[in-house]
């Protein structure tokens, strides 16, 4: 077999591979979006089907064939080509993917799928000592995954390698230093000024059929074509990107609160532009057809709910829109007054609910006690502890109990560990990116001020989304902004957004 | 391997196939509910990615062997129980799928799939000549299907035996003569009626969502369980059973037009009252756990259609609830008025526009035409000409052009020879089985007339439901009924109710 006939049927496996991939999209879509309760039991069984036969068919030992097939040829000789690129990273995945015994996979399937029953009582009990024992059987397996993938330099290197492929422990720690100690200053700031926004202007009445029209009217004007996707309302908002053609999102509304769906459906609809703006054409199920990561992907969304929906720019045009839908609400509003209300900022214990400029703060607690239990450093006994300490000295405020602390989140009940810190870099990317998009594009604030969105993807396109995986995260920041990744970006935009808003 | 351990993998395999099969039902709902029209291109290879899935599956000759190992054994020694109907009725589907060599299935696919474009084109332009080539072609492959099949007694018997598994086409040629001859008897008295009810009440304003509303509460009458299921808006009506615990049902509203909808969501509850009521438990996938045939399924639909839908009883509870949803378009109207305008009776060309009366008038005139294209009587240049002759003779009036003739349904250029008769079986079988019904169930009429539907769907569960494929069709009726299929019973319930309506 040549590596040319390697490649193409290796494409063609990933190509139905990917295709099976998106059925089980699907129905993951409909379980959130419609599926009637009777439906639970089926449905698992339809999804841990299509799941299994995934993993089977990408562990295929001839996958590994095909790829060792390509490997050192001619066809990857250009390190900087589509096809090295898929490659590359196909091998990436592949060795994650077979490295993990099949009594680990199925161990931790078991032991996750209980510690999520156990989580949610023991969060209801706001009692951490009910989800210890639970927690303690995530990390020892964590740290036996993180064994099998093997690691340079600290085992939490393994773990966040999944979701930041190439990204290092050691770095991300060092810019997350430098935020948390400049976000901490901005904090008590802000927590001493002169000047407040009021905040009850958005929880006002808000009709949730008005606030799906005006969101569908703000997701058109970001470029979401209605033709290749829908925006449905589900419990949990998420993206979904079927494949070429389809891509999903979701929302909820609360009719006594505007930001919940509007800057939602603003971030799904970054996540879903991302999606559609990815090149898939002959490559879909390859690598180079997929996102950088999931930090990169979270740039897209946050860039569209923060860098542009919380601006007062887009809200010079979308404001008097919003008027006219919302009269009674906001017909006697200044954009100013209406502008500092949806950026007020106030330390609250739940990293969901969060504002821009104390949910970083949030993200770099957890990764910080991630790291520190990996590296053995402290025990899942400590964590309530450690927590409730870092909040503190983070926010300023004591936790009241476990429930507004270490259990809030689902995401080490499912085993998720080194996911977190995605989040926190999702947000610096976006603004570095979004600094240099500024500077690219002449008049970029005046096309906002029109409702003119459509500058700002088409760079988005040209500089992020049509790479793919084709380069490493850290290695796409370089070559988009001319730098390496650093907390300055973020700050300078918070630090004069916040001046401004709260007179400091 | 013993026939038990056979017979289990078996069992096994067939689940699997079941849950795979029931994957391809969700995405085929999700395409005809919500899917953008951008996603049709990707989840056309999502459906024939599972589809050629399902066939490798089912059509593995491990499979055969299987079947093979139970034939004769112990397990289905008692040719009534469970598990020799599934043997029996797995051999028939084992033996069907596998029959046909695989470029058969293949061209015939290839030329279904364009002989509908051909087909839509053909009717947009009334013009029977431009299908005619492709009515030629699937007729040629329907007759090396039958051949493949292989059949006692003509080729007919081969192709009906796919939809109505055991059915012969001269027991069924049979029952649809005499039934013609006093169809076309009734509807003559009825166009010459001296009493006619007044159709407009139906066509006055029905806002859709008010329509929905009523809707739902009508389904829920009829025992549909809104937690086991769904009623969603489609261009074409349908049911689609998931599987266990999940069951949708869609319909489309026509403001201008009472019937459309609410006997469509009767129908379609007809079919799904029958997927929810067959056990399914421990035998999902195997035949016992399917319907009986299309004919049966069809019974359940035409019953709570007509039997129940049309009948005064159920508007005796169910007119004034109308009234207060409707007040403006039938405050005014009298029971009796309202009762005739949903039974108006009028011969027009469009069989999915029919009413009672006229309907199996159309579906015999197809059944005819295919069987003696299959006999090779007549030849597929002969179709429009036949049909249009016969449809003066059954209806009293001209074909005007194609479109309103035998360019009006599907189903030829989707290759499905063999398929209407069912429709019309449906009709023969909910007749006699609701007369049993009804002589079964003391006060079955004051259940009604208090809106009460669940003596009915009980006696549905226990006679029909609870049977699966366990009974060939026409051996339930018997079963059921104590008598052979007849169009008797069919006669005597239009004949009553057209003579009251008519006055003749």
Redesign the interface.
Known sequence: MTPQDAYKELKERLH?IA??G??EA??GW?ERT??????????S??VS??AGMLHERFTDPKIGELIAAVEGTDIVADADSIDAANIRELRHDYDKETKLPKELVEEKAKVTSLAQGEWVTARAKRDFKLFLPWLEKVVAIAKREAECFGYEGEPYNALLDRYEPGAKTEEVAGVFAELRKDLVELNKKIQNAPKKPDESIIERTYKADLQAIFGEMVASAQGF??????L?VTTHPFCSG?????TRITTRYNPHRLNDALFGIMHECGHALYEMGIPKEGNFGMPISESTSLGIHESQSRMWENQVGRSKDFWVYFFPQLQRIFRSAVGDVSLDDFYGAINCVKPSYIRVEADEATYNLHIMLRFELERALMKGEIKPADIAGEWNKRFKEYFGIEVDHDANGCLQDVHWSAGLIGYFPTYALGNLYSAQFFAKAKADIPGLHEQFQRGDLSGLLKWLRTNIHQHGRRYRAKDLVVKVTGEKLSHKPLMDYMTKKYSEIYGI
Chains 1, 2 share one sequence.
């Open positions: 139905e295709i099976l998106s059925c699907v129905l409909e419609y599926m009637p309760r009777g439906g639970a039991k089926l449905r069984e339809q089907l299509l074509d209605f033709n290749q996707g829908r449905d079927f494949g070429p053609g389809d």
